[in-house]
């Protein structure tokens, strides 16, 4: 006789090892059978099974530093009330893009995994893109020390 199906439990102690939630209310009965994960950097919803989460080390592509599509970097935008600049995607999250500020029109260069990680920005960042009303419900720590450094800022 086989093991008997993992728990909820179990479930969300492997979402947190991969940076996701584990959203079913229920643990399915099979280890292959597709579940619902959220990751908490940029809040992708995925349906995976337990041993696909298991075999990778990271549970989301944003963690990765892997390609997005245009339309994740517009979505982020659109989340945080600035302007996405470019047409083509950089190669990864973690290559530099452009963002503008609504507001003032201020051009900053950054990289999409900077405005998303751990769900945080940096206060510079915030500073500069004048994301002052931007909350944690929307992505982001007001209390995050500034982590990241700008490397080029065009007004």
């Known amino acids: 006789m086989g093991r008997p199906p993992y728990t909820v439990e179990e479930y969300q102690e492997l979402a947190e090892g991969r940076g996701l939630y584990f959203l079913d209310l229920v643990a399915p009965l ?3 059978e597709d579940c619902l994960w959220k990751c908490k950097q940029c809040g992708h919803i995925h349906s995976k099974s337990f041993r696909t989460v298991q075999a990778t080390k990271n549970g989301c592509a944003c963690q990765n530093g892997m390609a997005l599509a245009a339309k994740d970097y517009y979505e982020l935008a659109e989340k945080l009330g600035i302007g996405w600049l470019d047409v083509i995607p950089p190669k990864n ?3 530099e893009t452009r963002w503008a500020s609504k507001k003032t ?3 900053v260069v950054a990289s999409y995994k900077s405005l998303v990680y751990g769900n945080k920005i940096s206060l510079r960042l ?3 893109l004048e994301l002052n009303n931007v909350s944690e419900q ?3 720590d007001p209390d995050r020390a500034d982590k990241y450094e700008l490397r080029r800022v065009t007004v």
């Open 30 to 32: 099979s280890v292959r």
């Open 105 to 107: 029109g201020r051009v």
């Open 138 to 140: 929307n992505g982001t």
């Open 126 to 128: 915030k500073g500069l």
């Open 93 to 95: 999250t973690k290559e």
